[in-house]
């Protein structure tokens, strides 16, 4: 149990009742998870207002609640804050119940339109190769010491983060390596965090539509926010928007590339093959120099593993370790080689949307397969823009697309594959339909 007192110290706020000195036991956003004596904050997210239920979080014991207006009809025994941005007021006070556990970690953010949660895993793997005991937060799981969670967010909502990072002390870790996506920023999930290093993979079209990003300049703006809150900044200097990626950040920059001079580039990249296996090999130059090989197929691979070791090299980890981790590093659903039989590779992708798809089919093209069979599908109540591009990219650039249903949520997976469908058709290109995507 702790003072209300002690926790609004970072939030600015008007008092509408109440006292400060109420005794809480916890915070939440969620009504139905209100516990006796908690502090509840209202949020107002794009199908429900927090705010409605604040009655509700009342009547099952809330002692404080935190809003962004006046709440009417709330008992006077019960403190209401009032401040301009609820989500704001939740992360800071979710870092100052935890005690703020990031300050005793070392931070590594990464965010990027394509390549998170690949680059945080080789992160995650070169840190444990060099005996380091680490954390990691991202989109398929939460790794801590041998225990692993899965994951409902890329990045976790504030009160389960910071619960995350005090968890990850108690276990021993020193280092934790986690995915920062656009809507974390836009909701503020990471504010009250200063992050070690902040690693920019990369920036495209996505997640812009309905319930995602306004614009792209929303977008971009959310995902550069990383280089305002990190003390490190490690950014792709490949990018064609790399001005506009590095405009108002306030770390020091290091860069990493293929293409453009960086501090650590990569040189004579080739690509790699083995049964059922595609992989990549290439030197590290610059402010490093010795060979890697990753099992992962395409010069994204390249990228990705580049970023990873330059924030590593910034952490003084040993070239052996890299190497080694990089050489053996798997990642589920990202280019995962599944052995089927020597004369097939077969791969599943997280590949969901128009920039990863293309990338990923031109990547595969240049392994010179015999038959390049696509298996894909879109999810629903998002931008169709992502469902025709994809279709699009997949007509044109596969052999054969087999489309199957993916994460429809309240559409209907006929309609999303009838839109995938008209997409395909303009390119003359040959698919089958095979809703059930088991059996697809």
């Not at 650590?264 to 010795?290: E, T």
Request: glycine fraction near 8%; proline fraction near 4%; charge should be neutral.
């Amino acid at each position: 149990m702790k003072n209300m007192r002690t926790l609004q110290k970072r939030i600015a706020y008007q008092l509408q009742q109440g006292s400060l000195d109420a005794e809480v036991t916890g915070i939440t956003c969620d009504s139905r998870k209100v516990q006796p004596q908690n502090v509840f904050v209202c949020i107002r997210g794009n199908r429900m207002d927090g705010h409605v239920y604040a009655e509700e979080a009342v009547e099952r014991g809330a002692a404080v609640l935190v809003a962004e207006r006046e709440l009417e009809g709330i008992p006077e025994k019960v403190t209401v804050l009032v401040v301009k941005d609820s989500r704001e007021a939740l992360a800071q006070l979710s870092c100052a119940w935890e005690d703020d556990p990031a300050q005793h970690l070392v931070t590594i953010g990464v965010t990027g339109t394509k390549g998170k949660t690949t680059t945080a895993y080789m992160i995650y793997e070169i840190l444990r190769k060099a005996g380091i005991r680490a954390g990691l937060i991202g989109t398929i799981e939460t790794r801590i010491g041998e225990k692993s969670i899965p994951s409902e967010n890329t990045t976790p909502e504030p009160v389960v983060l910071q619960k995350l990072f005090s968890e990850m002390m108690r276990e021993g870790c020193t280092h934790v390596v986690m995915e920062v996506s656009s809507q974390a920023e836009k909701q503020h999930r990471c504010d009250g965090i200063t992050f070690d290093y902040g690693v920019f993979t990369n920036i495209g079209n996505d997640h812009i539509g309905t319930g995602e990003h306004a614009s792209f300049a929303e977008y971009l703006s959310c995902k550069k926010k990383l280089l305002r809150t990190c003390r490190t900044g490690i950014v792709n200097r490949d990018d064609k928007r790399f001005p506009e990626i590095i405009r108002q950040s306030t770390c020091r920059l290091v860069t990493f590339g293929c293409r453009e001079k960086a501090d650590f580039m990569a040189a004579d990249a080739a690509l790699d093959q083995a049964p059922g296996v595609l992989g990549v090999s290439y030197r590290v130059q610059g402010a490093a120099d010795f060979p890697v090989r990753v099992d992962l197929p395409g010069l994204f691979s390249v990228s990705n593993s580049l970023a990873a070791i330059a924030v590593c090299a910034q952490m003084g980890i040993p070239e052996k370790a890299m190497q080694e981790a990089l050489s053996a590093v798997r990642v589920r659903g990202r280019c995962e080689a599944v052995p089927v039989y020597p004369e097939m590779t077969l791969l599943i992708d997280y590949a969901h949307n128009a920039m990863s798809l293309e990338s990923l089919l031109k990547t595969l093209r240049k392994y010179h397969p015999k038959r390049l069979i696509c298996l894909f599908g879109c999810g629903g109540n998002r931008s169709k823009d992502r469902r025709y591009s994809m279709g699009e990219i997949g007509g044109r650039m596969a052999d054969l697309c087999i489309l199957t249903a993916d994460n429809s949520r309240y559409e209907k997976p006929e309609d999303i594959i009838a839109d995938i469908r008209s997409s395909i058709e303009k390119t003359g290109g040959d698919f089958v339909e095979i809703p059930d995507r088991r059996q697809a």
